[in-house]
């Protein structure tokens, strides 16, 4: 088992106080945001945003997995908004290459990397796709875990099932230790999420949501990569309460590539592995 080692954080940061002014809904255009020029954004050079009245709230660490440049930077230009209140730094985890994905573990790893620089222990998981629609919804860590993306507009605004965690997930670092994390088997597109909505359950922790009428987000029109046969994601969802303290943060494997610092945003390459040989010989039949 990987031992972890646990810098000394703060375990209940303190809720942000009331912001000094809010937009509330944002208007989402997606051919304006291809002429978006990031300066329109409140940054330092040190890749932290900073509130221009020197006000130091929750700071989040928003980890987001692969997707195109373009992809990024619409998140990033509406997250402005958000977060220009804020003391946030982004981390964007990407996986090298083109092998099969793996969204947990690369979550995994984006975690490990911010976590062992001590900084932060507010940990926004945000998949790259989904652009908030109103700047009333705080990324900030609450005293439980937080499911932000709570309406899309491809579901209709509404929640399909509780347990459902994916697309933006705000969790304290102690907490997500707790949860031993993502889970690091699921190869392909989907399930991990389900996963991790287990993984609360089954820790005693809760998932909070903020106002459906708030927690609103348009997802960016894309391919979904292959996902995994149901037949193996199914078996891996049904287990993951049983599973979770052996497959997560104590058996990752990854190796950091490159790190790149932005002013906006600090970039990370990571390389996860490959699947292994039998669940690829499963996952043919």
Known sequence: MRRLHVPSHPLSPPPPPRLPSTEGHLSIDLEEMEQLDSKRCCRSWTGF??????VRFTRPRTLVFRGTRWWWFCLTGTACTIWLFCSAGFTRSCGAGNATFN???????????AWQRGDANCFVFHDVDLLPEDDRNMYSCPPQPRHLSVGVDTLGYKLPYFLLVGGVL????????RLNGYSNMYWGW?????????RIKQSGLSITRPPTTLARYTMIRHLKRRPLTWKVRGKLVRTSGRRYRLDGLNTLKYSLLAIHRHPLFTHLLLDVGTPPENLVRLDAH
């Open 190 to 198: 989907g399930g991990e999420d389900d996963d991790m909505g287990y």
């Open 49 to 54: 945003y900073r509130e221009a009245a020197g």
């Open 103 to 113: 969204k947990g573990a690369i979550m995994n790893a984006g975690f490990m990397e």
């Open 170 to 177: 705000s969790v304290r670092g102690d907490h997500f230790l």
